[in-house]
């Protein structure tokens, strides 16, 4: 392409809101903690590796018996409580500006529990009802 010689209609993305292709053989809960897998689709979080955070899922999705991208999923990045883990998991305050790590797609940790979980997104917050993720799917995926 070359540079504009006039005005130009630019499509634009307002609000929050995202969509992505459902990974195959995975049913998604509303609420449910998301991640983008390796190919680059959309499932609930699990522990396992290479997979990054990129939000709250807006409503149920069933593609159990469908192929990778199959069907589309609605979320939100932003700030979401899931459930806190427990023992030497458990994520404190001291925490707060830490990676918080998936271990299920209600559910988020301290530890990368010795490499078996991926990162769910930033801990922003925690109160007694368990711990607030930031979730930012650039931002995620660049910390190290």
Request: net charge negative; glycine share 10%.
């Amino acid at each position: 392409m070359t540079a504009l010689l006039k005005d130009r209609n630019t499509p634009t993305s307002l609000g929050d809101k995202r969509n992505g292709a459902v990974a195959a053989g995975v049913k998604i809960y509303a609420g449910a903690m998301l991640v983008r897998n390796a190919a680059g689709y959309i499932l609930p979080a699990t522990t396992t590796l290479n997979q990054v955070g990129v939000g709250r899922a807006e409503a149920q999705v069933d593609n159990t018996a469908g192929a990778d991208g199959a069907v589309n999923v609605d979320f939100l990045p932003g700030n979401f409580r899931y459930a806190n883990s427990a023992a030497g998991d458990l994520i404190t305050i001291a925490d707060i500006g830490s990676i918080a790590w998936a271990v299920d797609d209600q559910t988020v940790a301290k530890t990368n529990g010795t490499n078996t979980r991926s990162r769910a997104g930033v801990i922003d917050n925690v109160d007694p009802q368990g711990v607030w993720v930031r979730f930012d799917e650039a931002l995620t995926a660049a910390a190290v």
